[in-house]
């Protein structure tokens, strides 16, 4: 997939608006609506009930961080080190915070859940894409 960009696409017609705005805010391709599981030569961003997911010939990336739920309680962000390291006394919803090595968004997550906004940076910006 290097320096080809994906198209998007939607899996179903339920998920056309999402994947077509998607494609707008990367500055990708909008294909419409799936007939079928499409050339495995095309690089693709395609939306469905399973989520988002960058197909290309070389594989399937799906990011799923349901592994960071118990992580996520107040109890536990409380002793989470990024967390702590980022805490600023106030309200932190006023807070940005921009996780610039977004890897599989596990730091932003973090960040998110303990009430600040923020934004990823990542080397790749279509896997930055599966996260937002």
């Known amino acids: ?23 707008q805010r990367l500055g990708l391709l909008w294909k419409g609506v799936a007939e079928g599981p499409g050339s495995a030569d095309d690089a693709a961003l395609r939306l469905g009930a399973d989520g988002l ?7 399937e990336l799906r990011v799923d961080l349901t592994h960071m739920l118990p992580r996520l309680t107040q109890r536990n962000l409380a002793t989470e080190l990024l967390v702590k390291a980022a805490k600023v006394k106030g309200d932190r919803s006023q807070m940005f915070a921009v996780d610039a090595t ?11 859940a303990a009430g600040f906004r923020g934004g990823l940076v990542g080397r790749h910006p279509y896997r930055v894409g599966t996260l937002c």
Request: net charge negative.
């Open 1 to 23: 997939m290097a320096g080809k960009k994906p198209i998007v696409i939607a899996l179903s017609a339920d998920y056309a608006g999402e994947a077509e705005a998607l494609a």
């Open 53 to 59: 997911v960058l197909c290309a010939a070389e594989g």
């Open 102 to 112: 977004a890897g599989f968004g596990e730091d932003a997550l973090l960040l998110a």
